[in-house]
């Protein structure tokens, strides 16, 4: 299956700081990127949807000024946490959906620990 | 109701058992149907994926798709404590996934 890259693996940041993540298609162009929030034992609750050079699609509920997407090639979508609280402290997944694929491919996941 | 129900488990089964893992769901929009394993601490894995109603086998794996139910299952053969894991179910219609909560599941040896 194609790869999907995510980093970092982990982070851990003072609170009121910003911490980015990076999403990387490796072996195939990625049209549609999805973001995605994971709390320990549960599902993956979607944060947004970016489709490359165009603004990023927010779910309801999720800051759009707290949680900032840009996915500026079809190689790569960054989400950058700003003004991290402790309550940001969560399990970070993205994945990446080519034109030509009909599944979506995950990273690896970011855990971001705030304190 | 949820779009996609998966019951959370948690499943405990000896090694060598066959494990049924199962979805359902309430759209009849979703064309495409997914199995993700996701290990601890980790972003989910795809294990299949199939967009009609039937059987896919692979390995040990069997996805089963009944479009007129609106179920979906995944069946793991001669299961192994490497199987240790949450399985999530994922649909698509359009450009839109949607997942299951995810089974839990312990194989021991």
């Known amino acids: 299956g194609a790869v999907v890259s995510q980093h970092p693996s982990w982070v851990i940041c003072k609170s009121g700081t910003s911490v980015k993540i990076e999403c990387r298609s490796l072996d195939f162009q990625a049209t549609t990127m999805f973001w995605y929030r994971q709390f320990p034992k549960q599902s993956l609750m979607l944060m947004a949807t970016?489709?490359?050079?165009?603004?990023?699609?927010?779910e309801q509920g999720v800051e759009k000024d707290k949680f900032l997407i840009n996915h500026a090639s079809l190689t790569l979508s960054t989400l950058t946490v700003t003004s991290a609280h402790p309550e940001d402290s969560s399990f970070y997944i993205c994945s990446a959906q080519g034109s030509l694929n009909t599944e979506a491919f995950f990273g690896q996941g970011t855990r971001l620990t705030v304190v | 109701q949820k779009e996609v129900e998966q019951d959370p488990g948690p499943l405990s089964v000896p090694e060598g058992a066959i494990v049924s893992l199962n979805c359902t769901y309430s759209n009849s929009a979703f064309q495409y149907f997914m199995w993700y394993r996701q290990y601890s601490r980790k972003g989910p894995e795809l294990l299949m994926y199939t967009y009609s109603s039937g059987n896919k086998e692979d390995g040990r794996f069997t996805a089963q798709v009944d479009k007129s139910s609106k179920y979906i299952s995944l069946f793991i053969r001669d299961s192994q404590p490497s199987d240790s894991a949450t399985y999530l179910c994922a649909m698509r219609s359009g450009n839109q996934f949607y997942f299951g909560t995810g089974t839990s599941l312990t194989v021991i040896p």
């Open positions: 970016s489709n490359e050079g165009s603004k990023a699609t927010y």
